[in-house]
């Protein structure tokens, strides 16, 4: 059973679900060698069961992380120019023909301080238009804590079905390790020269020859905790080409910073609310005030928000492009 509090001044009750939603899963070992660019090494199915394909009009583009049965997270620019949802579809499994499963896309969130060509803030939310059903091979990634940390110099794991040079788009899902590189050593003049800010992440090598490429935007930088719970610590974003000497991959920090923590606790919560009582509430915890109707499902790690009365409908309309 779940447990209730108050938040503040009885406007709000949140319940706190049990989290049985992370899958133990492979050790680091059989990854220590492998690499996206710089060598083939297929994952094979049921490796990384969060690892989405992100296809506009049926044609590979970006990676994406599947955060609850509804929910991809992703990187925003590779929805550039490609913004309408129903040209999108999602796939599932170590390859990309034929795919384990395949679902249509309803709603595309891109941060709203995204701006092209920039790479700040570069995440975005895909939801699906029918849930998944989590399998062994099939499964959402655990998601840090807002007071969790992950030190530098420790082993991630990437994944995707980017290019693997010389050769073309590999059909089977490819899975490289490498290393978070603190901030201080990304910004130095020869590596990134201060491009580098707080939502962004480094991670690779100094002396070059593995990293992600294109067509691995938007997927998953994941790392094991003691238990072999993997948490999602960053998102493909950027880089200067792909593999060079002092030029690792920049991920997205995704729910690390707080200003992306914050804005996806917003979208969630907003968003569960509307699916459960499908009417207007006042939520003081989030900011925006008046939500719309809409038929979604998510969760904000294990707490799920619900108001305890309504209020007249006086506030600022929700912004329609999140209905």
Known sequence: PGTLFKDGPGCVVKVLIPDLGCLRIKSMAKSSSLRIVGGLSSAETGDWPWQASLQYNNIHRCGATLISNTWLVSAAHCFRDMSHPQKWTATFGALLKPPSLKRSVKTIIIHEKYRYPEHDYDIAL???????????????????????????????????????????????????????????????????????????????????????????????????????????????????????????????????????????????????????????????????????????????????LLPLYPLPSRSTLFNSQYA
């Not at 060079?244 to 907003?270: I, M, Q």
């Open 126 to 304: 895909v939801q699906l238009s029918k849930r998944v059903e989590f399998t062994s091979s099939i499964h959402r990634v655990c998601l840090p804590e807002p007071s969790q940390t992950f030190p530098y110099n420790i082993y991630a794991v990437i994944t995707g079905w980017g290019v693997v040079q010389p050769c073309p788009t590999p059909n089977a899902l490819q899975e490289a390790t490498v290393k978070l590189i603190d901030s201080n050593t990304c910004n130095r003049k020869e590596v990134y020269d201060g491009d580098i800010t707080p939502r962004m992440l480094c991670a690779g090598y100094l002396e070059g020859g593995v990293d992600a490429c294109q067509g691995d935007s938007g997927g998953p930088l994941v790392t094991p905790d003691s238990r072999l719970m993997w948490y999602l610590v960053g998102i493909v974003s950027w880089g200067d080409e792909c593999a060079k000497p002092n030029k690792p991959g920049v991920y997205t920090r995704d729910f690390c910073a707080s200003s992306k923590l914050e804005w996806r606790r917003e979208k969630l919560d907003v968003l569960l609310l509307k699916h459960i009582f499908n009417r207007n509430f006042f939520v003081d915890s989030v900011k925006f005030k008046l939500l719309q109707s809409a038929t979604v499902e998510g969760l904000y790690h294990n707490t799920l």
